[in-house]
């Protein structure tokens, strides 16, 4: 989660976006827009939230690896847990 306020405003601004973008999408659907405009649609939301996986994953790492770890065996816990996180946002 973006930890300073400016960091948190622009992922609820992105979020707030999203929303706008998925009511769209849901009045399409339900006008009967045409199938291409849909998809159209979809594609935008698809990069709407991996843009907004990227800045939080971003913020994440950040955090986690830009302090330093209190002993090696921490390090690698923190890097297992990055390298979890990226295959769970890679699937």
Sequence with gaps: ???SPAEKKRV???VGRM???LEALERALQQGAECAAVLQQIAALR???NGLMGQVLESHLREELGQP???AQRRQQRVDEVVALLRSYLK
Excluded: Y
Aim: proline share 7%; charged share 15%; aromatic share 0%.
């Design 12 to 14: 609820l601004a992105r």
């Design 69 to 71: 770890a209190a002993s």
């Design 19 to 21: 929303r706008g973008q």
């Design 1 to 3: 989660m973006p930890h």
């Design 47 to 49: 990069g709407a939230v």
